[in-house]
């Protein structure tokens, strides 16, 4: 599979996340900020692989799965660009947490890991009698990529971030969404995620803040590197 057809421009974006209900909302994410993006998950080019987040913030771990997926893809793949998120729920009457431990919030035992539900129970539970609910969830999206150019190729390395505030419900409302979602009300809407269709929520998340934010500055990437970006559909 060639990761760039430079004919066309288009753009190989390979995402780096085990997570299949992020690739749902970040392929059309992507995919409606430019036809030149091409984005495929990890199952779809054959590769099963969990990377162990060990560092202590999102932005941290947000790199260490973007390079992960960079260097073991980058001899298959010479030209692509592996993008990471990694997004916490942040309480403030639970100074940050769970943050860059949402994934494992709920106590479990060893080798278990816990559901969305386990976790959102547990926040419930911890939240119980706590009358300041206010939350905030952030993403942070790393790139790492290798891009050809008309002075040759180029590596480059980025991230961005996008934050919503809201509160945590009393109780989980709405059925859509995944994670916290039935239990994050946004502020601006008085809804939760949950409530809001992937279209809405997409409208609005940190998840498509965030990717905003890379896009501005992919953009600035490729200018600085004279890439001719010749789709007349192109919205980048
Ligand atoms: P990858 O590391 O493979 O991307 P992950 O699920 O471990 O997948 P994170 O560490 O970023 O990813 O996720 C933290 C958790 O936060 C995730 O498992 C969900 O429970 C929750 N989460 C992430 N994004 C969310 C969203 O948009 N809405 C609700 N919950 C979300």
Do not use: W
Not at 54 to 64: K, M, S
Not at 150 to 161: H, R
Not at 187 to 200: F, H, I, L, R
Not at 202 to 211: F, G, P
Request: aromatic share 6%.
């Amino acid at each position: 599979m060639p990761m760039t057809d430079t004919a066309r421009n288009q753009i190989t974006i390979i995402l780096a996340t085990g997570n299949c209900d992020k690739v749902r909302e970040l392929r059309p994410l992507l995919e409606n900020i430019s036809p030149l993006f091409r984005v495929f998950a990890l199952h779809e080019i054959g590769t099963d692989v969990e990377i162990e987040e060990t560092e202590a913030t999102l932005e941290g771990n947000a790199l260490l799965k973007a390079r992960a997926i960079f260097d073991l893809l980058a001899e298959r793949f010479p030209f692509m660009i592996a993008l990471a998120d990694d997004t916490g729920l942040e309480v403030e009457s639970l100074n940050g947490a769970p943050g860059v431990y949402s994934a494992r919030y709920a106590p479990m035992h060893a080798g278990e890991s816990p559901t969305y539900k386990d976790n959102v129970n547990h926040l419930l539970h911890s939240m119980n009698g706590i009358a300041n609910r206010t939350a905030r969830f952030r993403s942070v999206l790393a790139l790492k990529g290798s891009l050809p150019s008309l002075q040759g190729p180029f590596l480059f390395e980025e991230t961005a971030d996008g934050v919503v505030h809201g509160s945590i419900t009393l109780e989980p409302k709405g059925d859509a969404g995944f994670g916290y979602d039935p239990v994050f009300l946004v502020d601006s809407t008085g809804k939760t995620y949950s409530e809001m269709s992937m279209a809405e929520k997409n409208a609005l998340s940190h998840r498509s803040l965030a990717v905003q934010q890379a896009i501005v500055a992919l953009k600035d990437i490729l200018a600085g590197h004279s890439i001719p970006l010749t789709d007349t559909n192109a919205s980048l």
